[in-house]
């Protein structure tokens, strides 16, 4: 029986804790955190920096009023990216089987080629740019992707070819087995149902969507400038509870699969949807949150953001935007700008992360600045734009954090 040592926490308290030991390199991402019937949840801790934990500087950095304490337990379920490591590990061992029984002969190049991540929705997988991409695949025929299909346990595979550079970031995907390319997605209990030639789905803002989920936007007016099939209208509607949302979208593929998301969730009643482009949008003074979630900028929809907000009373904008990090910033390895790295010390990695933290914060002023003006000038008053918070929502390359600022404007 494996036993993992474990940081016990109370939920309310869960997801602090969980932030700060990732960003201290001390949380074991092998395993999911667990959940407990007394209210409380187990975070898996490395076992070879557990002497180095000290308990007492923790909780005074996370909340002065929460508890925590170490507990062993029975190692918990792998987390997701274990998961895929040994479907990867799976897929290798199918696709050289069936070379080899085909006669062919295996290779490091063919190995590299096989994919080590890809999306699933519901039976489909979708495989992403440049995996499979050995001209020896596409001889193979349909026998080879059914065990493709079963190794990974769904039933139907389609591939992006690249996201077009359009506006409209749609996918050039292919069907590679199975003919229907409607999919559904449940993320925190929200269905989207959408086609997965025609729609992109960032499976990567599911944290954005999870955060949205927890505000309390009773009675607020939303309006989301870059709505897609409804990744974050959705979340405003089901759980976050807005009173009302506007959700701008100018491709047709994306406003019917919109239509049908707001319908089969029950909250088409709170949206109305603006097909379009949103810079034309003949609104104003009416919203109390705008949501830009554009990347790698959203700036072109930042004046049509100010002339949204409520004149008397303001309100929040959530800008996203790709920001990225001078090359002198030596750069991560890993995935993810807050994970350790291999070889570099905590210490190391926690400067990195304040110097990161450095840059969206520049960013950041600049923005408020910007914003500031914006609205001075769209409205002829003054104004006070404050940073009430930087999320990181991912890391693509070494040096590109896709962030989302939290600006409060308020009319002086
Ligand atoms: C990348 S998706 C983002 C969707 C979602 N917010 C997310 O992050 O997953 C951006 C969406 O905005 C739409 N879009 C881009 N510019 C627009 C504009 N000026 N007016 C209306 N829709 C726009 C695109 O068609 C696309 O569906």
Not at 16 to 36: E, F, M, P
Not at 336 to 344: D, P, T
Request: glycine content about 6%; some cysteine.
């Amino acid at each position: 029986m494996v036993i993992v040592p474990c940081l016990k926490v109370s939920q309310r308290h869960a997801q602090l804790y969980r932030k700060y030991l990732l960003s201290q390199g001390v949380l074991d991402c092998k395993y999911t955190a667990q959940k407990n019937s007394d209210g409380t949840v187990t975070l898996p801790i490395i076992a070879s920096v557990l002497a180095q934990l000290d308990l007492v500087a923790l909780k005074k950095h996370v909340a002065q009023d929460s508890f925590c304490e170490i507990v062993d337990i029975q190692a918990p379920p792998l987390s997701k990216k274990e998961k895929v490591k040994s479907f990867h590990k799976r897929l290798i061992e199918t696709a050289q089987s069936w070379l080899v029984s085909k006669g062919e002969q295996w290779s490091e190049d063919l190995a590299r080629d096989i994919p080590s991540r890809w999306q699933c929705h519901g039976d489909l997988v979708l495989l992403s740019e440049g995996s499979f991409s050995n001209a020896i695949w596409k001889e193979i025929g349909s026998e080879f992707w059914t065990a493709v299909a079963q190794t990974l346990g769904v039933k139907r595979i389609a591939q992006i070819k690249k996201i077009s550079q359009d506006g409209y970031r749609t996918p050039m995907v292919t069907m590679i087995l199975g003919d229907s390319s409607y999919v559904t997605h449940i993320d925190n209990h929200i269905r989207y149902e959408f086609d997965v030639t025609k729609c992109m789905f960032s499976s990567g803002n599911i944290t954005e969507k999870l955060r949205i989920a927890s505000f309390d936007c009773s009675g607020e007016t939303v309006v989301d400038l870059y709505a897609g099939i409804g990744y974050f209208t959705l979340p405003y509607l089901v759980h976050a509870k807005a009173a009302h949302v506007h959700a701008c979208e100018w491709n047709p593929d994306a406003i019917k699969a919109l239509q049908r998301n707001l319908q089969i969730n029950g909250v088409s009643d709170r949206c109305t949807v603006h097909q379009g482009d949103n810079r034309q949008l003949p609104l104003s003074d009416l919203a109390d949150r705008v949501n830009l979630g554009l990347i790698p900028s959203s700036e072109e929809g930042w004046p049509v953001a100010c002339r949204l907000l409520k004149k008397d009373t303001g309100g929040m904008l959530h800008i996203h935007q790709n920001v990225t990090t001078p090359l002198h910033h030596e750069p991560p390895e890993r995935s993810s700008a807050i994970e350790v790295e291999k070889g570099s010390s905590m210490e190391e990695s926690s400067q990195r992360i304040q110097r990161d933290m450095q840059v969206w914060t520049a960013w950041a002023s600049d923005t408020a600045r910007h914003i500031c003006t914006l609205l001075s000038d769209i409205t002829g008053s003054k104004w006070r734009t404050d940073i009430k918070h930087i999320e990181h929502v991912k890391t693509y390359a070494p040096h590109i954090s896709h962030v989302v600022l939290d600006l409060e404007c308020k009319p002086l």
